[in-house]
């Protein structure tokens, strides 16, 4: 459980800030961006949900976003760290991910365009949150390139976190009647 009684510290006045285990690290390192994009993609979420009324969306965003809280705290501790307990993301968590996004996708018709980032009740706030997340993979692929060891569960789940943005996007968009396809050379029409 955290316990935070003050929130400023003054330890990261140096430019370095903690990670589980005690190590301190640049708050420019590959890892602390990383982090830090997961940390964005949960706001940007959160700001989906801001404006998402439907009951299904809520409860598997709100579920979404404690897992993204494991996602950064198994990213903040060392892969070789032993402390028991540590979090880490498991195979039922992307599981739990791929399942519904079959249940959303059986919902919806076969894609015949592109669909443009655009929609009310939260619809354009899904897909932002979706560009957001593939940022965070990129940053996930860079850690990867430079042979930081991070959970391999950690990079599933992100990419396939970045697909069910964009089928809960269309799932809703769908539901409600919002959904807008792409066409090609329209200032042309």
Not at 99 to 115: H, K, R, V, Y
Request: with cysteine; hydrophobic share 40%; net charge neutral.
């Amino acid at each position: 459980m955290v316990f935070l009684n003050r929130i400023y510290t003054r330890s990261g006045d140096d430019g370095k800030t903690g990670i589980i285990g005690g190590a301190r690290l640049s708050k420019s390192h590959a890892l602390i961006d990383a982090i830090g994009e997961i940390d964005e993609t949960n706001a940007a979420i959160g700001v989906a949900l801001a404006r998402i009324t439907d009951d299904v969306c809520r409860n598997r965003f709100a579920i979404i976003q404690n897992d993204l809280f494991d996602l950064g705290a198994d990213l903040a501790t060392p892969f070789d760290n032993k402390i028991s307990g540590s979090l880490r993301i498991t195979a039922s968590q992307v599981e739990r991910l791929e399942q519904e996004i079959d249940e959303m996708n059986a919902e919806l018709p076969p894609l015949t365009s592109f669909i443009l980032p655009a929609g009310g009740c939260g619809i354009a706030e899904i897909h932002l949150a979706r560009a957001i997340t593939r940022r965070a993979e990129r940053a996930l692929i860079r850690l990867n390139d430079s042979n930081i060891v991070i959970n391999a569960g950690v990079r599933r789940y992100v990419n396939r976190l970045s697909d069910y943005l964009f089928v809960m996007a269309r799932w809703l968009g769908k539901k409600l009647n919002q959904e807008t396809l792409w066409e090609p050379h329209k200032s042309n029409l």
